[in-house]
């Protein structure tokens, strides 16, 4: 069965500051997608960065970057220059592509929740 | 990105009642996907909404419970009925819209609380 493990429940940083979000995964499959996710206290879920199990590099976009280990199943990721508005909740997610059925949920781990001090 | 209208963004209903959740879609789009997520909890599917089919629900979610419409490739709503102080939850609607799953963004929410 999929699972998604984010062991860090709480981070800080200092602002300016790179930190890192942790996030294992276990899934049998050979085609997956790996997904990024921040929810603010208003509570919507803000897509951050995708990677997918055969892309040969680490996907960025802006300050954030996916470190993705694939024989660790690993895929962590990297805010660069913190700032104060990354201030959220964070979940990693995962889902088993299945091109031709409707079973492509995504799984999502307990989240890590980052404070950006000043 | 799509951009994904939700309604309500939050309402607090007597239990015993149902809410209806409306999530509108700005371009069409093949898969609809609704989640829960229970307070200090991650999110957790409750049913997947196909255009011209019956929602496939998830284990633990029933459609007496969650009925789901989805009457366009733009549109679908989540009912939540007789409901519970155990219903208080955020609502979410998801969309895919690249056949190749590698886009998977959510509405603003409904943040429910029954009392």
């Known amino acids: 069965a999929q699972k998604i493990t984010q062991t860090q429940p709480g981070m800080f940083v200092q602002e300016k500051e790179a930190v890192t979000l942790d996030c294992t995964y276990d899934t049998s499959d050979q085609s997956y997608g790996l997904f990024w996710y921040k929810q603010p206290s208003s509570g919507e879920m803000i897509f951050l960065i995708y990677q997918g199990s055969y892309d040969e590099q680490n996907a960025t976009e802006g300050r954030y970057s996916l470190n993705f280990q694939k024989a660790r199943k690993s895929a962590n990721l990297v805010i660069s220059a913190s700032q104060l508005g990354d201030s959220a909740m964070y979940f990693c997610a995962m889902r088993e592509v299945n091109y031709g059925g409707a079973t492509n949920k995504l799984i999502f781990g307990t989240g890590t929740l980052l404070a950006v001090q000043p | 990105s799509a951009v994904i209208s939700q309604k309500p963004s939050r309402d607090i209903c007597q239990r015993g009642t149902s809410l209806t959740i409306q999530c509108q879609v700005d371009s069409q789009v093949t898969m609809m996907f609704w989640y829960r997520q229970q307070p200090g909890q991650s999110l957790t599917l409750i049913a997947t909404a196909n255009q011209g089919s019956e929602a496939t629900y998830e284990s633990g979610f029933v459609i007496d419970k969650f009925p789901i419409s989805r009457p366009n490739l733009t549109f679908s709503t989540l009912t939540v009925s007789n409901m519970s102080p155990e219903d208080s939850s955020i609502y979410l609607c998801?969309?895919?819209?690249?056949?190749?799953?590698?886009?998977?963004?959510f509405g603003q929410g409904t943040r429910l609380t029954v009392v």
């Open positions: 998801s969309v895919e819209r690249d056949r190749l799953y590698t886009e998977a963004f």
